[in-house]
């Protein structure tokens, strides 16, 4: 079992014949991930990597039955490539563009709630699930199949604790990135439900960052609900207020959002929360007994 | 991209927000003719990006023409913050029976533009919004339908407003709507929105910060850029697509990633050390980045040690090590490098750097304990 992504994911990529498009899918390819069709319009009948090619979202969901789409078109495209999936009728959109500009995402967002269709990103690293599915941007080779759930705001911070994880020989169930942006379509709270009901995740791991309440949010959802242990981490103890670190939504604004916040609020719901992204995995292998 | 004072109230006027009708200067004597041919008393307000304007010294009301020279004297080229002062607005005064507090922002819980309205204008909303929250009244917009009148109206009762008030103050908050989103605004407010001794609404004050990321749909509002207003590396920065910001540290950081950028730098300070920036230098560097990258950094005369830290997922580590050390032949630095290299092809780049004999690490507390001990050393 894994959550989001597996063994019965059957994927569409939106923007294959683009740079980054076709080099993800030739590594998703080769991670063994069934890529069953691309998407660019207008050159519909090409193949990339022996991936047929269509004009349509639609016209792939019906020739090839996918079920999953990732995305890899530029931002000012991305919006309406995310709709159009949607429309489309594949159940889960993974939208790995950054720079969207934010008012496009409440608009999406608004009307995904409206279609009942789960985006994950935009603006993060995608999902894997070790020895199954890759549908995504991270380095497959670091992760191993196990019984760790991770969930992420952001994608290099990841792979550092998955490739810490591997090295104590502890494998992960499943691995989202959520995305850096203000406006998300998977939140921590919507991964954490998932892994708590998914029977391989034993432990999850939550990493974080500066800005927003969506990691007090999850700490309230933790503490009230969650069985499975969870071990944290949040990145920005030493950004300063007022200035925006990179990602879109990691910005300390009006005192709120600040890492001793979220930090204080896991450890109140029991969650073991690591110094610093190596320290996560020997906190893992802990709770893990 | 944050707006002047007077660019946020120019788009304001644009949808039929009432504003004082100022005018920018830019010298002592451009700010005597503007309050002669005005009118007095004039307000001279200083155009810098910051906030606490008035209670550093950068607002200051004239009652002459001269009077009006000599603040201008004091306000024009002081430092505010860090940043000089270039521009300012002179605004006729405004006779203010009451101040309130419109603004609009984004609203990452609720997923969509929120209006916020406060009987508590004029004084700093986020001091109101952590002492007294029940004085913040917020209505969420559905992005299909807009602010609606109603919603506009129920905001108006709610801070207290007089009867006669609910329709103009409508009729500004659905403008303000209006112009946050057709700017492609992240915040805009109105602070204060001043009720008049002859019982107008104005906006005496304005702020608004555009979505960077919306702004290939903005030429103008683009157009609108202060880049004297900037700190000259962040935008040097910018052009390259290197997010850097900087830090009071003396331990340079180049790390590709937001999360992992911001990780390495609590690591330096967990280890006892300071972090001199915030620097990603995203996916896919390139070595003209990665060269650009340590310019900005050796920038800072602080910087006595940087430290690398590069997780390689599909950026390929002899690559990086490549730029790396290009950019070090060309930048020829003063000071210690520690480099950590993991992920795709890590063996290729270590091997390169140690034929460099630079210092490399394997784990990140490796790293970040090394860096940090050449710093206390050159101390010593």
Redesign the interface.
């Known amino acids: 079992m894994s959550i989001l992504v597996g063994k019965d994911t059957r994927l569409v990529v939106q923007g294959i014949t683009g740079r980054e498009g076709r080099?993800?899918t030739q590594?998703m390819l080769a991670y063994g991930t069934p890529v069953v069709a691309g998407v660019t319009p207008g050159k519909g009948g090409m193949t990339v990597d022996g991936v047929p090619v269509f004009d349509t979202v639609r016209e792939a969901v019906e020739k090839t039955g996918a079920n999953t789409s990732i995305i890899y078109v530029p931002?000012?495209f991305a919006p309406d490539a995310i709709l159009e999936a949607a429309d489309a009728g594949v159940d889960l959109v993974i939208c790995i563009t950054e720079?969207?500009?934010?008012?496009?995402m409440?608009?999406v967002?608004?009307y995904l709630d409206l279609v009942d269709v789960r985006l994950v990103g935009p603006n993060c690293?995608g999902v894997i699930t070790p020895g199954e599915a890759k549908v995504g941007?991270?380095?497959g080779?670091?992760h191993m199949p196990g019984p760790v759930g991770i969930v992420?705001?952001?994608?290099?911070?990841?792979?550092?604790a998955v490739?810490a994880l591997t090295n104590k020989g502890i494998g992960q169930s499943t691995v989202v990135g959520i995305g850096?942006d203000?406006?998300i379509g998977t939140t921590f709270l919507d991964v954490l439900k998932m892994f708590e009901a998914d029977p391989q995740t034993e432990a999850v791991v939550l990493?974080g960052?500066?800005g927003?309440?969506?990691e007090e949010?999850a700490a309230e959802y933790i503490k009230a609900e969650m069985t499975k242990p969870v071990v944290g981490?949040i990145?920005?103890?030493?950004?300063?207020p007022g200035?925006?670190?990179?990602?879109?939504?990691?910005i300390i604004s009006?005192?709120k959002g600040t890492?001793a916040e979220k930090i204080a609020a896991l450890k109140a719901a029991g969650v073991r929360v690591a110094?610093?992204?190596?320290e996560i995995a020997d906190l893992v292998a802990e709770v893990l007994g | 991209m944050n707006l002047h004072e007077y660019q946020s109230k120019r788009i304001f006027a644009q949808y039929g927000i009432p504003v004082p009708q100022g005018e920018v200067a830019t010298t002592p004597e451009e700010v005597r003719q503007i309050a002669k041919r005005m009118g007095t008393p004039v307000v001279v307000k200083a155009q810098v990006l910051v906030g606490g304007r008035g209670k550093a010294g950068g607002i200051k009301l004239a009652r002459t023409p001269e009077e009006a020279e000599a603040v201008a004297r004091q306000i024009l080229g002081m430092n505010l913050k860090g940043l000089t002062v270039r521009k300012v607005l002179v605004d006729p005064a405004v006779d203010i029976k009451d101040e309130i507090y419109l603004g609009a922002v984004?609203d990452?819980?609720q997923?969509?533009?929120v209006m916020m309205a406060s009987s508590e204008g004029g004084v700093d909303i986020?001091e109101v919004?952590?002492r007294t929250p029940e004085k913040i009244i917020k209505v969420p917009v559905?992005?299909?339908l807009g602010l609606r009148e109603y919603q506009a109206r129920w905001m108006a009762q709610a801070i207290g407003l007089d009867k006669a008030y609910f329709r103009p103050f409508a009729k500004i908050a659905m403008a303000l709507y209006k112009a946050f989103?057709d700017s492609?605004a992240?915040l805009a407010e109105i602070n204060p929105l001043v009720i008049t001794g002859d019982g107008q609404l104005i906006a005496v004050d304005g702020k608004m910060v555009v979505?960077d990321?919306?702004l290939?749909?903005h030429p103008d509002i683009e157009e609108m850029r202060d880049v004297e207003a900037e700190n000259p590396f962040e935008l040097e920065a910018r052009k390259y697509g290197i997010?850097y910001?900087k830090?009071d540290g003396e331990i340079g950081c180049m790390?590709?990633?937001?999360?992992?950028?911001?990780?390495t730098?609590?690591?330096?300070?967990?280890y006892g050390g300071e972090?001199a920036n915030?620097l990603?230098i995203g996916?896919g560097a390139t070595a003209e980045r990665v060269a650009a990258a340590l310019r900005i950094i050796l920038s800072d005369p602080n910087v006595k040690a940087v430290l690398i830290n590069i997780?390689?997922?599909?950026t390929r580590c002899d690559e990086v090590a490549r730029g790396i050390l290009a950019a070090m032949e060309e930048v020829k630095p003063q000071v210690p490098f520690v480099v950590r290299l993991?992920?795709?092809n890590q063996e290729e780049g270590q091997k390169l750097l140690a034929e460099a004999q630079m210092i490399t690490a394997n784990?990140?507390?490796e790293a970040?304990q090394k860096v940090v001990s050449l710093v206390k050393e050159q101390a010593a």
């Open positions: 080099f993800h590594q931002a000012r720079g969207i500009p934010v008012l496009d409440v608009q967002r608004r690293p941007i991270m380095p080779h670091i992420s705001r952001s994608g290099t911070l990841t792979y550092e490739y850096g203000p406006i990493i960052e500066i927003g309440t969506e949010r981490f990145a920005g103890q030493t950004a300063p200035k925006r670190m990179g990602h879109a939504g990691a009006g005192g890492a110094r610093h992204p190596e | 984004i990452r819980a997923r969509r533009v986020e919004a952590a559905d992005p299909f989103v492609d992240s979505d990321n919306a290939f749909r997010s910001v830090l790390v590709n990633g937001a999360g992992l950028a911001m990780a730098m609590d690591i330096i300070k967990l972090p915030f990603d996916g997780f390689g997922g599909i993991v992920g795709t784990t990140l507390s970040a």
